[in-house]
């Protein structure tokens, strides 16, 4: 569930903070943690446009830094998206936007409260960039931030596609020949009279089973399927869930190596911005898994006592060997911001390439397996008929 809650930054002053949490305690929890005070907490709900769409937050940043640049001021700029714009909620957020821009607010105020439309990380990339006047650059700075995780999160979608059409197409199979084709050779061998091997039998009376329970068994598999899908917007299943595949030394080295993407990815874009070291990375907690976050808090705090921020984040096991060595050359120079994105996409490459092999990996062994399934109930199929013809002989 998501939790509106407004909170006191010691570097931001008020802000307002949507939070992904199980209750209202973890809520609490993970705003305590980012050295937050925290004035009041409520549920939130999510904001859409009437169908189930997020705000496209963007083709909206895309469309405002090309007004911008076509030299309208930015009030006259959101005035001139929230008169062309046809979606009754997005045109109401964006209605309230232009009433505090006309009330003399700063962008970032107004933003701050639509949090379910526009992101605090979005909010405070504009905050920062007003103290400079470029706040087109950071707009840009965050549609690129966002497109490179989009990115990211296409290709492990895309990798994962074909071997869920290889599993769905082979338990479909599997469904068929133990539903229909197996209870038909069932009574053909009853017929015959004749005795068959007791796996063969077994196998017999598992495709009766599901020929005359076959309706129970699709709403079992049904609820079974109803109840992964439901667990899987959970905030707790998927923690666990990545906690598990952290067990598995290649698949969590690369789950680490995902997170650790995000965060060098979003702390450096707010660097960049003119966010604090220790601010950006108290905003970024909440992209690590719970058994990360606790290192990271260790981390900050020892920034804030003025260790080195590479020392900081090798001694608390959050960099690599070459992230590490990147951040010692990033303080060299004093370009902090662009060091991280650039270990951001370092890791990014990396990633890409253990997707690849991976996903050249499982799809021969899924098909092995499949073909080794089937081929295993047709054989048990045809054993009986394999022993009568031996017999005859």
């Not at 990815?265 to 911005?273: A, E, I, K, Y």
Request: aromatic share 8%.
């Amino acid at each position: 569930m998501r939790f509106r809650v407004k909170a006191i930054d010691a570097a931001a002053g008020i802000s307002v903070n949507l939070v992904d949490a199980s209750n209202e305690l973890d809520a609490r929890r993970q705003l305590q943690e980012r050295g937050l005070q925290i004035i009041s907490i409520a549920r939130d709900l999510q904001f859409n446009l009437g169908s189930g769409k997020k705000f496209p937050i963007v083709s909206f940043s895309q469309e405002l830094v090309a007004l911008l640049d076509a030299g309208l001021s930015l009030v006259e700029a959101i005035d001139t998206l929230t008169e062309k714009e046809t979606n009754s909620a997005m045109r109401r957020s964006l209605d309230q936007i232009r009433a505090r821009l006309f009330e003399g607010r700063t962008l970032s105020s107004a933003l701050e409260e639509s949090p379910a439309a526009f992101p605090p990380l979005y909010v405070a990339t504009i905050r920062a960039s007003e103290k400079s006047g470029a706040i087109r650059e950071a707009i840009m700075r965050f549609v690129t931030y966002q497109l490179q995780l989009d990115v990211l999160r296409k290709k492990v979608i895309s990798a994962s596609i074909y071997p869920a059409v290889l599993c769905i197409a082979g338990l479909a199979v599997t469904i068929f020949l133990l539903g229909f084709v197996v209870p038909r050779f069932s009574g053909i061998y009853e017929d015959l009279g004749t005795s068959i091997p007791a796996s063969s039998r077994i196998l017999m009376q598992w495709g009766q089973l599901l020929q005359q329970h076959g309706v129970a068994v699709l709403l079992v598999a049904a609820g079974l399927l109803g109840g992964v899908a439901y667990a899987v917007t959970r905030r707790r299943f998927r923690a666990a869930f990545v906690n598990a595949l952290t067990r598995f030394p290649a698949i969590g080295r690369q789950v680490f190596t995902y997170q650790l993407a995000r965060l060098y990815r979003t702390v450096g874009m707010l660097l960049r911005g003119g966010t604090p070291a220790i601010t950006a990375f108290r905003m970024s907690t909440a992209l690590l898994s719970e058994a990360l976050r606790p290192d990271l808090c260790q981390a900050i705090q020892d920034i804030g006592e003025g260790k080195s921020l590479s020392n900081s984040m090798e001694q608390n096991r959050l960099t690599t060997p070459v992230a590490a060595r990147m951040l010692r050359v990033g303080e060299r120079s004093g370009n902090m911001g662009e060091m991280m994105e650039r270990i951001a996409a370092f890791y990014d490459e990396e990633l890409a390439r253990a997707v690849d092999i991976l996903t050249r990996l499982i799809e021969p062994v899924l098909m092995l397996l499949i073909g080794l399934i089937i081929g295993f109930i047709v054989v048990l199929m045809y054993f009986p008929i394999f022993e009568l013809a031996g017999s005859i002989q």
